[in-house]
Every structure is written in C-alpha cells, then in structure tokens.
C-alpha cells in the first residue's frame, strides 16, 4: 500500500514536473491557436520565474499585438519586445538560445516582431497626429529611427500650437516645461525664441520706460536685450519730447551721454536757443553748449550776422569781440578781401575786374557782363548771353561764391540780396531773397521784390503789395496795388488808384493822397495831387514848398533839381521848361547847364535790378 502510494505520489510530480517545463510550449501553441488568454497565464508563470527569459518575453509581445485578441495593447507589447530585443544578438552555443529555437525565436525574428509592434505604434499615434500621441509613443518605443521620426512630429506640433498661443503666460510656462523636458530637440531654438519674445512682451507690455529698463536689468545679455535698448532708448528721449524744454534737453544730454537720439537733443537745443537767429542768441548758445554738435553752424552763423556788410570794420569788430574764435585765418583773408576795391572793366566784349586806385586788374575778363560788388560778392554773367543773362556771384578772387545761377541778381544788402529764377515773359516771377550762401531764406514765390531798406522789403503776390522781412515774416499786409521802400521811417503805397504814406506799422501819419510821389529824402518828398504840378511835403504831409512844378527830384543833401516852364514872355527861354536847383525852402538857386532835360520823381519809377 505504501509502496503504491509512493509510486503514484512520484508518478504526480513527474506530470507536474512535466506540465511546468511545457508551459512554453503550450503558449506557442495557444498564440496560434487564438486561445490567448490560456496563453497570457503560461507566459506569465514563466516570466515570473525569469523576467529576462528572451522566449517569454517575445512570447508576451506577440500576444499583445495580436490584433484579434481582445486585450491587445500595443504598449505591453513594446514593453515586452524591447526586453527580447535588448537580448539579441543571441549567442549561438548557448543552451538557452537552442531551446528557443523550437518556439522560432531568433534574431531575425525578434528584429521583425520589434519592428512589426513599433509600426503599429507608430502608425496609431500618427492617426491621432496630437503632441500627446506623438510623445506617447517615444516613451515606450526604442526604434531610433521611429523615435527620431516622432520626436520631430511632436515637436512640430508643439511649435504650430505655441505660435499661435494668444495668452503670452500659458504660452511661456508650456514653452519653458517644453524646453526643460527636451533640451535636444531640433525645435528647441524655434520654441525657445518664442518663449523669450513672450518674457520680452509680457515684460514690456506697458511699453513705457520702467518696463523696458526692467527688462534690461533682468536680462542683460537676452535676446532682445538690443531690442529693449533700442526702446528705452527712444522713451527716454519721448518723455524729454514731450518737455519740450531747453532745460529738459539739457538735462538728457548730461544724465544720457550715449542715447542715439542726443543728436537729435542737441539739435532741438540748437534750434530752440537761436530761434530768433541774432547775434545775441548764438553768442549764448556758443558760451552755453560749447560741445553740442551745431557748435560751429552756430560759429558761422555769428559771423555771417557780425560781418554780413562785409566791411573791414566788422570783420575786425568781429575779431576784436571773439579773440578765440575758429576763423582767425579765415577773417584775416576777408579783411583783406573787403578792403580791395574792384570796380568792372570791360576788355575786347568781356569783363572783369580793376583795382581803380592802381588800375591794377584783378580779375581778368572772361564775363558777359558784369556788376558792381557789394557785400563782398559780384553778379556776373559766366555763360554767353542769348536773349536774357543768367547771373551768379563771384567774391573778390573770382571764385564762383555758390553754384546757383539766376535772371536778376540784386545787390547784397545787410547780408542778403534779392534774386529771380525766371525772366517773367508772359509767367508770373518768381522773386526770392538768398543769403551770403546762396540759401534762400524768402522763398522765390513772389513777382516781385523790392531791395532791402529800413529792415523791410516791398514784395508783390498775389494779392497785391505788402511788406516782408528777410524771414518772410508779413509785417505789412498784401493790400496794395504799388509800393516804394521805406525811407526815413516812411513808405509809399497805392490804394485806389491814389498813393498814401505810411509807417512801418501800416499805419498813415496823414490822410493826403496824391497822384505820384517820391521817397523821403532830407526830410521832404516829391509829391503830386493832380499828375501836372509838383511840390514838396514833410513828415507831417504839410506842404513846404508848394506844387508849382513840372517836375521834381528828390532832395541830395539840402538841394534838389525841379522843372519849371519858363513863363516870361520877355526871356529867351520864353515856353521852354528849365530845370533849376533849389534849396529846402525854395529858393531857386539858378538854372542848371542843360536846361531841356525833364525828369520825373525817381521813386515813382522802380527800376529791377541785375
């Protein structure tokens, strides 16, 4: 009985012995045969006995990605494959991987079931085409090739997604996980450059001053470091704009030395401590910012204005007022220059210039024409004339003063002279007033212009005559119909069809009109009230000598030249006019030489000048 027992208790461990040792077996045969979960349980056992067992573990892949087993599931399946993978290649000799020949796991076959599972999980997270499925995948898969292809997927969906991201911090804390979680990837400068764009916008959102300097502190070396540079930069200057003060400029130039808009700064400096352009604004200018930009424009402005007669006398007067002045070269040759007297000399049709003292020629002939200097300058005609000259301006070595040419060329008077750019046939004229550079400082939109006197010009637009100063400041309105410059405070004009005298305020001392006048000269003005007979009224337009004239000058001194019909029937000049010299009372001081020669008052006739 016992004996029995034995037996059959031996015969029971050798079946169990045996069912254990074909577990294996049976799950090979249960995967083919579709009983998959008898299959799982066996693979199960044998793996908790050796995880590492390569035949088990292929062995539970292929069950997991079978795709009619129900519980397939693709990530148990890499799991499993990639510990049968890791084992390849199998050694050949070895006992164990003779065993697992018979269940047809080798090398080869390893490689096409690892490649087989990662296929499918690749294509599954390629149909979901999402960051998550994408990166799903990589967590599991260790096909280099696949990773590298999903990896490049994911991350270009994450860069499509972040660039189009409206809330700049969402968009910065997934752009930071992003970077912190996948240094490698190839997007990482792509999102990385998002991420600091979003901490520079989200920095500088209020686009003021404190935003842009906070930046800075905090990112001294960041991307967009230039960029917030650039942007404090400008606010600074924006909030100094906006002041709009000199002292305010001021200011910035010394707290902000390296600002790019402190050009700019000592620009408006400039501009707002001369904008009155006198001796006395540069003169401070020069004292007070001697190391602004327009330092020596405000120089050259200084002495234009101190020697724009240019007369010896200013010139030293300038020298004498500027001991430390950047020209002193410069001045000694224009005092020489003013004290040459040129005066034009005409040689075989052309023209030139003479010193008249020493008859000494200066300037040899080669101009059309010619005229007298003034200011320093000369016009001259340089090309040959057809039917009209144009005129430029040479100094006193012959040198062409600007390369600017016009049809009438005025004396320089004060500085500045009145010039034409057409010769008004049949168009309107286009007068202008340049200066010692030829820069016009009154625009040429004017048909005409009378000189300088007085510190005022008689222009002519479209409505009429006024009259301007050399800033092309109306000082007077354009109301009339003729004017004559100023003379002794007093000025000429014509308001219908009659001249009245004015001031330099517009305003008339006296109500008598008359039919034609001459300037102010010594006091007295030639008048007329019917055209036929003239006399001579002061300042008060009180008749001091009265209309008993054909014709009269204007006073030279205390004489003046009139035209009187001889009316003594006795005289041998019996119906002739004769002209005589009177003094300022009336007295005629005796017939002139050439008595037939009748003259009309000058300034009722104004004459264009070159």
């Given at each position: 009985m016992t004996k029995n027992i034995l037996s059959l208790t031996c015969l029971s461990l050798l079946t169990a012995h045996t069912l254990l040792a074909g577990d294996l077996d049976r799950a090979f045969k249960n995967i083919n045969s579709g009983d998959y979960d008898k299959a799982r349980a066996s693979i199960k056992e044998e793996l908790d006995k050796d995880p590492k067992d390569v035949a088990a573990n292929y062995a539970m892949a292929k069950l997991f990605s079978a795709r009619d087993y129900k519980a397939m599931d693709l990530d148990s399946a890499t799991i499993y494959v990639n510990k049968a993978f890791a084992a390849i290649p199998l050694k050949e000799d070895d006992k164990q991987t003779k065993k697992y020949l018979k269940y047809g796991v080798r090398d080869f076959t390893i490689q096409e079931l690892f490649a087989d599972i990662n296929k499918q999980a690749y294509d599954k997270a390629k149909a979901k085409n999402t960051f998550d499925s994408y990166d799903h995948f990589i967590q599991y898969s260790q096909d280099k090739i696949l990773n590298e292809q999903a990896e490049d997927k994911r991350d270009d969906i994450k860069f499509a997604e972040l660039s189009i991201k409206q809330s700049i911090p969402s968009l910065i804390e997934e752009s930071r996980t992003f970077l912190n979680d996948h240094p490698k990837s190839k997007r990482y400068a792509d999102i990385n450059g998002l991420y600091?764009?979003?901490?520079?916008?989200?920095?500088?959102?209020?686009?003021?001053?404190?935003?842009?300097?906070?930046?800075?502190?905090?990112y001294p070396t960041g991307p967009y470091a230039k960029e917030a540079r650039v942007q404090y930069d400008r606010k600074i200057y924006e909030?100094?704009?906006?002041?709009?003060?000199?002292?305010?400029?001021?200011?910035?130039?010394?707290?902000?030395?390296?600002?790019?808009?402190?050009?700019?700064?000592?620009?408006?400096?400039?501009?707002?401590?001369?904008?009155?352009?006198?001796?006395?604004?540069?003169?401070?200018?020069i004292k007070a910012y001697p190391s602004n930009r327009n330092i020596m424009n405000a120089w050259n402005q200084l002495y234009d204005l101190y020697t724009q007669d240019a007369t010896d006398s200013s010139y030293e007067a300038f020298l004498k007022a500027y001991p430390n002045n950047p020209f002193k070269d410069k001045i000694q040759q224009d005092i020489y220059l003013s004290q040459l007297n040129l005066a034009p000399f005409k040689s075989n049709d052309k023209w030139g210039y003479v010193n008249p003292k020493t008859q000494t020629l200066v300037i040899q002939p080669q101009y059309e024409d010619a005229s007298e200097f003034s200011g320093g300058l000369a016009a001259v005609a340089l090309k040959a004339c057809t039917d009209n000259c144009m005129y430029s301006y040479i100094d006193k070595n012959g040198k062409v003063a600007f390369e600017k040419a016009f049809a009438s060329a005025g004396d320089f008077i004060g500085g500045k002279a009145v010039v034409a750019l057409d010769y008004c046939d049949g168009a309107p004229c286009k007068f202008g007033i340049i200066n010692r550079k030829g820069e016009f400082v009154v625009g040429a939109d004017y048909e005409d212009i009378q000189p300088l006197s007085e510190g005022l010009y008689a222009a002519h637009n479209f409505k009429g005559y006024g009259f301007i100063n050399d800033r092309d400041h109306v000082v007077i309105p354009f109301v009339y119909q003729d004017a004559t410059s100023f003379s002794e405070g007093l000025a000429a004009v014509k308001k219908d069809d009659r001249w009245v005298f004015i001031d330099r305020s517009g305003t008339q001392p006296f109500t008598q009109s008359f039919a034609n006048v001459s300037a102010f000269s010594s006091g007295l003005a030639a008048v007329t009230e019917n055209d036929s007979t003239y006399g001579y009224i002061d300042h008060s337009g009180a008749w001091v000598i009265q209309p008993i004239y054909e014709n009269a000058e204007p006073f030279e001194g205390d004489t003046a030249i009139v035209s009187l019909k001889d009316d003594n029937k006795k005289s041998k000049d019996y119906g002739m006019t004769i002209r005589y010299r009177i003094d300022k009372t009336g007295k005629n001081l005796g017939k002139l030489v050439n008595p037939n020669v009748a003259t009309k008052p000058k300034a009722a006739v104004k004459k264009k000048k070159k």
């Open positions: 600091e764009l979003a901490i520079f916008n989200s920095m500088t959102y209020s686009n003021d001053v404190d935003s842009f300097k906070a930046y800075l502190d905090r909030v100094y704009l906006k002041r709009g003060t000199i002292e305010g400029y001021a200011e910035f130039e010394k707290s902000y030395p390296k600002n790019p808009f402190l050009a700019a700064v000592q620009d408006s400096i400039y501009t707002m401590s001369t904008r009155k352009g006198d001796v006395w604004e540069y003169n401070t200018f």
